[in-house]
């Protein structure tokens, strides 16, 4: 059993209770009534946490956090996020999850193997990323989703975010954090017509900064699970 005082670093600790203070207070300036968004940010910023240690609970939380952020973005008429999370994102992190559970470092179930890709791998995974971007854009554009183009690049950085987040590869925390500066964009251009989505702007701007950390801390994880093979 991982006692969380002792699993975390101060650091850690600091990082996490700072953006759940942030999103709680801009939840009670801005929004006051929509549980969902706030329950959402809470639990995707507690599963960033997690998966900044590599450890698996991370991705179970962001399973979660995957099915209501859908339902949130169904509000604005953002089909691209929707359908991005419940028919990408959601379905990865759960393909993500058993990867990592699969690939414990030296049996430690709390931290997950880092992985490499090669130069092939790459080249493979920059088509697809191009091939889903293209299709998306039709869908989206038939759907005649709000802001089709940041809807557009939310879904490339989500694909290549998610796909790299299965390989256990570090660079998924800064594709993620790609993702969170359209996401920001996006749900600015929200708030403009509803001031409650100032909350969720809010919120992407933590996920930001705990993916910043989190890519940090897998290339040291990195370094040091090669440096003691």
């Given at each position: ?56 609970f ?8 995957s ?76 759907f ?86």
């Amino acid at each position: 059993m991982i006692k969380l005082k002792d699993y975390f670093s101060k650091g850690e600790i600091i990082l996490w209770s700072s953006s759940v203070m942030a999103i709680i207070i801009s939840f009670c300036l801005f929004d006051k009534t929509n549980y969902m968004t706030l329950c959402a940010s809470l639990i995707g910023v507690t599963s960033l946490i997690f998966n900044a240690k590599g450890n698996p609970f991370g991705q179970l939380l962001m399973v979660v956090f995957s099915l209501l952020y859908g339902i949130i973005s169904y509000t604005f008429s953002y089909y691209g996020e929707m359908i991005t999370y419940l028919g990408m994102t959601m379905p990865m992190a759960v393909f993500a999850l058993i990867s990592w559970l699969k690939n414990p470092y030296n049996g430690n179930r709390a931290e997950v193997k880092v992985n490499s890709i090669g130069k092939r791998e790459n080249i493979c995974m920059w088509i697809g990323t191009f091939v889903i971007t293209f299709i998306f854009y039709f869908v989206l554009k038939y759907f005649n989703t709000a802001n089709i183009i940041p809807s557009t690049l939310s879904v490339t950085t989500s694909f290549l975010a998610v796909y790299l987040t299965f390989r256990r590869n570090p660079y998924f925390a800064l594709a993620y954090a790609s993702n969170d500066i359209v996401l920001i964009i996006l749900w600015v251009l929200a708030s403009l017509y509803d001031i409650r989505y100032i909350s969720v702007v809010v919120c992407f701007v933590a996920f930001f900064v705990n993916d910043i950390y989190g890519f940090v801390s897998w290339k040291k994880m990195k370094n040091r699970q090669q440096g003691n093979n």
